[in-house]
Structures are given as C-alpha cells and as structure tokens.
Nanobody, 125 residues
C-alpha cells in the first residue's frame, strides 16, 4: 500500500510564497513512478498543476502556474515539494498531492489513484 500526506499550507498575502511538502510511505512506496500536485477551489473542479517523474528531472506545468510554481523531489526523504511564488488570490484552494505507478504517464492526470487529504492555501489581497 501507499500513503501520501501533504503539509505546508497556510495563509499568505498576495505576492507571497509557500512551500508544500508531500511525503509518501507504505510497503509499495518504492513502486511510485509519478507524483503530481492538484488543487480544488470552492465551486470548481479539481485541476492538475504540476507533475514529475520520480528519480529523474522531468517535470510538467500547466500554463496558469508555469514560472511561478516549481515541483521538486528529495528521494532520500520520500518527499515531493511544490514551491509557490507570486501567489495571488486566485490560487486560494485546497492543494492535493497524488501518486501513481504507471511509467510514462506522469502527465496524464487521470492516472493518479493515490491521494492525500489536502492542505488549505489561502491568499489574501
């Protein structure tokens, strides 16, 4: 089994930064091939933001966060990060980390099948 758990959310003023962390654990954690960050704002559908292949430096970002957000990983700590800069109120949402084990599909949001509980990010103007 695999578990993922996010941390690092909070409240920040527009223009500020936050770094989210996502730690994986469980007997099958070593089989994870892909991890990604999603978010869901009130009244909106969940959207994929950034994904990465585990163990190699290949990432993908949606246009709305490209240049502001950065996904990175520390494999020794089984942790993936999302550095968020230049935040604006439209970034307010619950942010989720997710994982899956299908190689070559890290940027296919529909493949993600293991989810964390989410962490709230609130950006005030």
């Amino acid at each position: 089994q695999v578990q993922v758990a996010e941390s690092g959310g909070g409240s920040v003023q527009a223009g500020g930064s936050l770094r989210l962390s996502c730690m994986t654990s469980g007997s099958r954690a070593a089989a994870i091939k892909c991890m990604a960050w999603f978010r869901q704002a009130p009244g909106k559908r969940r959207e994929g933001l950034a994904g990465t292949y585990i163990g190699i430096n290949t990432t993908y970002y949606v246009e709305s966060v490209k240049g502001r957000f950065a996904i990175s990983q520390d494999n020794a700590k089984n942790t993936v990060y999302l550095q968020m800069d230049s935040l604006n109120p439209e970034d307010t949402a619950v942010y989720f980390c997710a994982a899956h084990q299908s190689w070559g599909e890290c940027f296919n949001w529909d493949k993600y099948n293991t989810w964390g509980q989410g962490t709230q990010v609130t950006v005030s103007s």
